[in-house]
């Protein structure tokens, strides 16, 4: 007999089985889940959104995933790097409206004079806000030197999907060779840990071959690896990318859009007190997907502040928002959306996860 949905959310603790039943929900049982994720994360995190500034540094990649539309294989995506001076002037922006922290992003790059490069980067923004910006990372699998080089240049959080959990998967969404390995990237969230930054991850959601049981997994590694904070959110097909022939076998993009914010609520119940994001690619498909994603238990937002002109450029999937809004306009934008949602914005605060500070202690 299928248990009902109040009986699970009641327990103390859920089986695999319970996530995936969780997973499955739909209309009254759905709200019953996404009410009680709003419950938990009130109680356990507040009703504020805390601001990451999204610089989207360079969109040259080394790496070929098979469903990425900045892959290095696409030919048909302009490539730019920011300069120093570009960067400066986006973190100064965000430090200038209070927004707490940044996330610098980029496809995956080595080398040595890219390594100083942001050295150097991390160091002038940390001079230019008096070391008030926060600063997030996400520019993938690095060696534990460099992690611990942009740790020590001021860097405190770090961005490293897994992408999806389950090694077999991982396989089937990426070229056969040592530089999409499973293992060295589960290995790179261990040393990114052991650094001592804060550690982020997440998954897409709706990649074909995915089952909901997957999903589960995904979350249940969440959990067993301790992951500070989580941005997961759909998988978008793109049309550049070898994935694309797959696109008949997808679920609807509203399905995935469910999906994705019953894995956002789910996820607040299971880890109370992590950061969670509500992405863009929620956005991609519903306008007001970021702010369903705050009313399901999300907790943070990525306002892209990268200059409008490489916007076009940064393209991992289609139908990417705000490609033709500025800072100030996507700015202004939020905060109304904020306030609608009844959330508040965490200005002038880092807002560090919770789960994060409580281990350290
Ligand atoms: N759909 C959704 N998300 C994608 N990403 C890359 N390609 C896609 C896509 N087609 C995500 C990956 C990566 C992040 C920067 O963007 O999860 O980690
Ligand atoms: Fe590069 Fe990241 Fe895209 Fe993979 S997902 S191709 S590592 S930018
Ligand atoms: Fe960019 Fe609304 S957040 S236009």
Same mark, same amino acid.
Request: net charge neutral.
């Given at each position: *007999?299928?248990?009902?949905?109040?009986?699970? $959310?009641?327990?103390?603790?859920?089986? +695999? @089985? =319970?996530?995936?039943?969780?997973?499955?929900?739909?209309?009254?049982?759905?709200?019953?889940?996404?009410?009680?994720?709003?419950?938990?994360?009130?109680?356990?995190? %507040?009703?504020?959104?805390?601001?990451?500034?999204?610089?989207?540094?360079?969109? $040259?990649?080394?790496?070929?995933?098979?469903?990425?539309?900045i892959r290095t294989g696409n030919k048909n995506t302009g490539r730019y790097e920011l300069t120093g001076e570009e960067v400066l002037e986006a973190a100064r922006y965000a430090?200038?409206?209070?927004?707490?922290?940044?996330?610098?992003?980029a496809g995956e790059r080595s080398g040595k004079e890219y390594v100083r490069r942001v050295e150097q980067l991390l160091r002038q923004i940390k001079q230019m806000s008096n070391?008030?910006?926060?600063?997030?990372?996400?520019? %993938?699998?690095?060696?534990? =030197?460099?992690?611990?080089?942009?740790?020590?240049?001021?860097?405190? #959080? /770090?961005?490293? +999907?897994?992408?999806?959990?389950?090694?077999?998967?991982?396989?089937? /969404?990426?070229?056969?060779?040592?530089?999409? =390995? /499973?293992?060295? #990237?589960?290995?790179?969230?261990?040393?990114?840990?052991?650094?001592?930054?804060?550690?982020?991850?997440?998954?897409?959601?709706?990649?074909?071959? @995915?089952?909901?049981?997957?999903?589960? =997994?995904?979350?249940?590694?969440?959990?067993?690896? !301790?992951?500070?904070?989580? %941005?997961?959110?759909?998988?978008?097909?793109?049309?550049?990318?070898?994935?694309? +022939?797959?696109?008949?076998?997808? *679920?609807?993009?509203?399905?995935?859009?469910?999906?994705?914010?019953?894995?956002?609520?789910?996820?607040?119940?299971?880890?109370? !007190?992590?950061?969670?994001?509500?992405?863009?690619?929620?956005?991609?498909?519903?306008?007001?997907?970021?702010?369903?994603?705050?009313?399901?238990g999300a907790n943070i937002i990525m306002p892209n502040l990268t200059p409008v002109r490489y916007r076009d450029d940064y393209l991992l999937y289609e139908d990417k928002p705000?490609? !033709?809004?500025?800072?100030?306009?996507?700015?202004?934008?939020?905060?109304?959306?904020?306030?609608?949602?009844?959330?508040?914005? %965490?200005?002038?605060?880092?807002?560090?996860?919770?789960?994060?500070?409580?281990?350290?202690?």
């Amino acid at each position: *007999m299928k248990e009902d949905i109040k009986s699970i $959310l009641a327990k103390e603790e859920w089986s +695999r @089985q =319970d996530l995936v039943a969780l997973l499955k929900t739909e209309g009254a049982e759905r709200k019953l889940l996404i009410d009680k994720a709003a419950e938990v994360k009130d109680h356990y995190v %507040g009703n504020k959104v805390y601001y990451r500034g999204l610089i989207e540094f360079s969109n $040259l990649c080394a790496k070929n995933c098979l469903y990425c539309g900045i892959r290095t294989g696409n030919k048909n995506t302009g490539r730019y790097e920011l300069t120093g001076e570009e960067v400066l002037e986006a973190a100064r922006y965000a430090w200038e409206n209070r927004f707490g922290s940044v996330v610098i992003q980029a496809g995956e790059r080595s080398g040595k004079e890219y390594v100083r490069r942001v050295e150097q980067l991390l160091r002038q923004i940390k001079q230019m806000s008096n070391g008030e910006l926060g600063i997030t990372l996400s520019l %993938g699998e690095q060696s534990e =030197d460099t992690y611990r080089r942009w740790f020590e240049a001021g860097a405190h #959080r /770090y961005l490293l +999907r897994i992408e999806v959990s389950n090694p077999a998967l991982y396989h089937k /969404y990426h070229p056969d060779n040592q530089l999409h =390995d /499973y293992q060295a #990237r589960l290995n790179a969230l261990f040393l990114l840990r052991k650094v001592g930054y804060q550690v982020g991850s997440g998954v897409m959601i709706g990649l074909p071959f @995915q089952t909901t049981e997957d999903l589960a =997994d995904d979350l249940l590694f969440f959990r067993a690896h !301790d992951i500070d904070m989580v %941005g997961m959110g759909p998988y978008i097909e793109h049309k550049d990318t070898p994935m694309y +022939r797959y696109k008949e076998q997808l *679920m609807p993009k509203m399905e995935r859009f469910w999906l994705s914010l019953k894995m956002v609520a789910v996820l607040r119940i299971l880890m109370k !007190d992590i950061n969670i994001a509500a992405t863009t690619a929620m956005q991609a498909i519903d306008p007001n997907g970021r702010e369903k994603s705050l009313q399901a238990g999300a907790n943070i937002i990525m306002p892209n502040l990268t200059p409008v002109r490489y916007r076009d450029d940064y393209l991992l999937y289609e139908d990417k928002p705000c490609t !033709d809004e500025d800072a100030e306009k996507c700015k202004r934008c939020l905060e109304v959306r904020i306030k609608m949602a009844g959330s508040e914005i %965490g200005y002038g605060e880092w807002g560090d996860s919770k789960h994060f500070s409580k281990r350290k202690k």
